[in-house]
């Protein structure tokens, strides 16, 4: 069965850190890949997508994730976290043939100011 | 544009009862799509409609049922509730939905927290 898999489940930095949160998938072929955010209290909201072409993506507030077909992950990185990041985070992916999308558990990640 | 929006925002039931949840996309969506999350599993899918057709389903029991009106309003609907389905209901839109390339990004809206005592 398609799954994604997230790595660390809760983590905790401080301010200007760096973050990398760990997601594999286990599709084979072609894949959609995607990062949401849920921050405190609000909807759902996309970071960033992967259909094609370049496998580093670029989101908003500074995130961006690089697709290794190799090691079929997907990882989101921030070179310097802040307090405001604090928020779960989600990895998704659809496969070409199907576009249901299959959601990671999620990483609760805590910003220390 | 105003977002997706779902009522009620929370909602307490007891054992054995039934609820209806409510999603109205944002104007111009015709795919709604459902999703259950809980802290264990995460967001699981429910299902996808799309034109008042049910077009996708995940593997959830059919207790849990929906439809969508012409306007592309949906509901949802859990008959006989168990404690295990306290969760918070998400709702998604999206243009086109989850068939046909490009996949297109579906919006979620603030869900309705379920409560079954």
């Known amino acids: 069965a398609q799954s994604v898999s997230q790595h660390n489940h809760h983590v905790i930095l401080s301010e200007a850190a760096s973050l990398e949160l760990g997601c594999n998938y286990s599709?084979?072929?072609?894949?959609?890949l995607f990062w949401y955010v849920q921050y405190p209290g609000q909807h759902l909201q996309l970071l960033l997508k992967?259909?094609?072409?370049?496998?580093l993506v670029k989101g908003i507030k500074g995130f961006e994730a690089e697709f290794i077909k190799s090691k079929f992950s997907f990882n989101l990185r921030k070179p310097s976290v802040q307090w405001s990041d604090t928020a779960e985070y989600f990895c998704?992916?659809?496969?070409?043939?199907?576009?249901?999308?299959?959601f990671g558990r999620g990483t609760s990640l805590i910003v220390h100011p | 544009k105003a977002g997706v929006t779902q009522t009620p925002r929370y909602l307490i039931k007891t054992r054995g009862q039934q609820v209806t949840l409510s999603c109205s996309p944002i104007?111009?969506?015709?795919?709604v799509s459902w999703y259950q999350q809980t802290p264990g599993q995460g967001l699981q899918f429910l299902f996808e409609?799309?034109?008042?057709?049910?077009?996708n389903k995940g593997n959830f029991p059919g207790r849990f049922s929906g439809r969508q009106f012409s306007n592309s309003r949906s509901e949802m609907n859990v008959s006989t509730l168990e404690l295990g389905d306290s969760a918070l209901y998400l709702c998604?839109?999206?243009?086109?939905?989850?068939?046909?390339?490009?996949?297109?990004?579906?919006?979620f809206g603030p869900g309705t927290r379920l409560t079954v005592l």
């Open positions: 409609y799309f034109s008042e057709t049910q077009r």
């Open positions: 998704a992916g659809a496969s070409g043939g199907s576009y249901i999308p299959t």
């Open positions: 998604a839109s999206s243009l086109v939905g989850l068939a046909g390339a490009p996949y297109n990004e579906q919006f």
């Open positions: 992967y259909f094609s072409g370049d496998p």
């Open positions: 104007s111009g969506h015709r795919s």
């Open positions: 599709y084979g072929g072609t894949v959609n």
